[in-house]
């Protein structure tokens, strides 16, 4: 079991890796277009817009209720798949239906919705603000599909299309700010262009692969779509989490209107923030929560429970294993991070300031926020999507009472603090709910994973010291050079210091996770 989680995560961890990377070049070509600057925060809350949307529509449905619901067809149905196809256009009928009329509503009202974020900005910029909300608000349909097309394909534990499309998606953004800024009124139009190209194509990639293994999709009749057995199964299970999703979206507007309402440039340097720490969050917690999810269902449907028990353990002690790590280096090199990637043309020494400010606090944070990735999933495998919202709604009071108390004498870094504060909150939450049920054994769960946690920061505080140490030698050495040598060089060398410290302490302490990672290695190197 732990031989297969390790293979799939690392497999979509690969792919991953690239999205986030793009991901980065995507940020850093913003940042060289738009800086921190008013249209930069422009676009920051025009495409914030849809995306709230898009996890009520698209990440929620598909890993609350989807997945679940179409594993439960599988192992139920499994010689009557006409039965499935039908819940299939049933959900892929509603998702459209539903998304079509969020974003009429959206276009009509994007003027006095972008109203919401205004902090005094000229007019020039709120109407700039509502182009490019219309612009970018038919990405929730596209995105949306995609989403449901990538739950047929993780239910099948099919990983590598859907891993494929955020980097299809990077790429449209990347390429379109480039080629259509000349021809377009400002670069923030160009780069929402490419954000609607980039939604439509990460649809239409992974159309061809749901058809191969004979799940095509085809609108049906809405009496049909919500009368469907399994859609109203899904409806029944997301209903509980609407509130939760509702306070989590209403948490990420608050946010960002009480960033908005702090200062030029602090809504753009928390997204800058947040896209670095993504960058981890993305290619593990995430990777490792798509992975395990299916598993974890159909484990759930044959209630074998020792099995889901140490899957889950498993999985936590994977994420302790890279954040804790990561999470001191990225306190030691967050500076040279944020220089390395982002300044240049509009990103000045201003923008590294602010942008670090925030980093530090929500790298903080690292460990917790990939937690609570992890331990979701093993709710929804049980159609337990209660507990993890009001987890979630206790995490949102708490981030907003926070980001209002330190927003005050911290700015920036205060909303990044509160972020941090409140995904601390929102895992003992979650580890208390995970308690009152029967089937996991939350004692050992937290247990194994607290221990496991604590030898990690043991071990990254010891292999931390002689990296704090080089730092300025390594930097003093490329001095004067430009951007990418004297700050990349020496995040590069220090880092591969870093991990071969990391990988020794480990090897010494006979780690278990990577005995079964060298086990892996070798036995791909024979065959």
């Known amino acids: 079991m732990s031989k297969s989680l390790a293979s799939a995560g690392i497999k979509l961890s690969i792919l991953t890796l690239g999205s986030r990377i793009l991901g980065l070049v995507r940020e850093m070509t ?6 921190t600057s008013g249209l930069a925060d422009a676009f920051g809350v025009a495409f914030m817009i849809p995306n709230l949307f898009r996890r009520l529509f698209a990440e929620n449905s598909i890993s609350v209720a989807f997945i679940p619901t179409f594993k439960k067809y599988l192992e139920e149905n499994p010689e009557n798949k006409q039965s499935t196809k039908e819940f299939i256009n049933a959900t892929f009928t509603l998702v459209s239906f539903l998304t079509t009329i969020v974003v009429t509503i959206g276009i009509i009202f994007s003027p006095w919705i ?22 970018m608000f038919p990405y929730l349909i596209v995105i949306s599909i995609a989403a449901l097309f990538q739950g047929i394909l993780n239910g099948l534990k099919i990983f590598s299309p859907s891993g494929f499309t955020p980097i299809l998606f990077n790429l449209c953004v990347i390429i379109a700010t480039y080629v259509l800024s000349p021809y377009t009124k400002n670069p923030a139009r160009a780069m929402a262009y490419g954000v609607l190209l980039g939604g439509i194509i990460q649809a239409g990639f992974q159309l061809p692969f749901v058809i191969k293994n004979g799940w095509g999709v085809k609108f049906t009749s809405l009496k049909k779509t919500f009368t469907n057995p399994g859609t109203k199964q899904v409806l029944k299970l997301i209903a509980p989490t609407i509130m939760g999703m509702a306070a989590y ?8 209107a009480i960033a908005s309402r702090s200062g030029v440039g602090i809504v753009s340097s928390l997204q800058y923030s947040l896209r670095l720490q993504e960058l981890i969050l993305g290619i593990f917690a995430v990777s ?13 449907q044959s209630k074998k429970w020792e099995d889901f028990n ?13 954040t804790i790590p990561i999470t001191f280096y990225s306190l030691i090199f967050g500076e040279n991070l944020i220089i390395l990637v982002y300044k240049n043309n509009q990103f000045t020494d201003e923008s590294v300031r602010l942008t670090l400010q925030a980093f530090q606090f929500h790298i903080a944070g690292l460990f917790f926020i990939a937690l609570n990735r992890i331990i979701s999933p093993a709710f929804y495998a ?11 709604i206790i995490g949102f009071a708490f981030n907003i ?3 209002f108390i330190l927003v005050i004498p911290m700015k920036g870094a205060g909303i990044a603090l509160a972020l941090s504060l409140a995904s601390f909150i929102n895992t003992v939450a979650l580890f208390f709910f995970m308690k009152k ?25 010891i292999a931390s010291i002689p990296v704090y140490f080089l730092k300025p030698v390594l930097l003093n050495l490329f001095t004067g050079s430009h951007r990418f040598i004297a700050q990349g060089i020496p995040v590069i060398l220090s880092a591969i210091i870093f991990a071969i410290l990391g990988i020794l302490l480990l090897i010494i302490t006979k780690d278990s996770l990577v005995s079964v990672i060298t086990e892996k290695i070798k036995r791909k190197i024979k065959h």
């Open 30 to 35: 913003k940042a060289t277009f738009l800086g």
């Open 114 to 135: 972008v109203k919401l974020f205004s902090n005094g900005e000229s007019s020039e910029i709120l109407m700039e603000m509502s182009v490019l909300t219309r612009i």
């Open 249 to 256: 979206q209403l948490n990420d507007v608050v946010s960002t």
């Open 288 to 300: 490792i929560g798509t992975v395990i999810l299916p598993d974890l269902s159909g484990l759930a």
């Open 310 to 322: 140490k899957m889950l353990s498993q999985a936590m002690k994977i994420i302790a294993l890279i």
């Open 382 to 392: 049980q159609s337990d999507a209660k507990s993890p919202t009001i987890a979630g």
């Open 401 to 403: 009472v926070f980001a």
């Open 437 to 461: 049920g029967k089937n996991i054994d939350v004692s050992s769960v937290v247990k194994s994973t607290l221990l496991y946690a604590l030898k990690m920061i043991i071990l990254s505080i």
